[in-house]
C-alpha cells in the first residue's frame, strides 16, 4: 500500500472537482478504495421510505471523494500545502513543505 500523508481529524481543502475550495475535517479515511469522507464535501440525498424503526424522509450524507483531490491545510498560513516526512526525535512526523511546520 502507499504511503498516506492524511489521516482521520485532518483540515483539509478540496483542490477537484465538483467542491472545488470546499473546507472540511475527514471523519473516515478508505484506504483500499484510497478515498476520504470529507465532513460537509459531496452531500448525496436520498429519499427514504418508513420502516417500523425509520420515519423515512429526505436523508441528506457526505459520499467519499477520492483522496488525491484533498491538500492537508497549514496551520500556519491558512493556505493548502503539500506534506513531506522527517525524523524528529527518533519519530517520524509530518511537515509542510510549504512552512516547514509540523502536524501534529
Not at 58 to 67: G, N, Y
Request: include cysteine.
Amino acid at each position: 500500500m502507499d504511503k498516506w500523508r492524511i489521516k482521520k481529524g485532518d483540515f483539509v481543502q478540496v483542490i477537484a472537482g465538483r467542491d472545488k475550495g470546499a473546507r472540511g475535517e475527514i471523519q473516515r479515511v478508505l484506504r483500499e478504495e484510497r478515498r476520504v469522507v470529507v465532513t460537509g464535501v459531496n452531500y448525496c440525498i436520498r429519499h427514504r421510505k418508513p420502516s417500523a424503526t425509520d420515519p423515512g424522509g429526505i436523508v441528506k450524507f457526505e459520499k467519499s471523494i477520492h483522496a488525491s483531490n484533498v491538500m492537508l491545510i497549514d496551520s500556519g498560513d491558512d493556505k493548502p500545502t503539500r506534506v513531506g516526512m522527517k525524523v524528529v526525535d527518533g519519530k517520524k512526523v509530518r511537515v509542510s513543505k510549504r512552512t516547514g511546520s509540523l502536524f501534529v
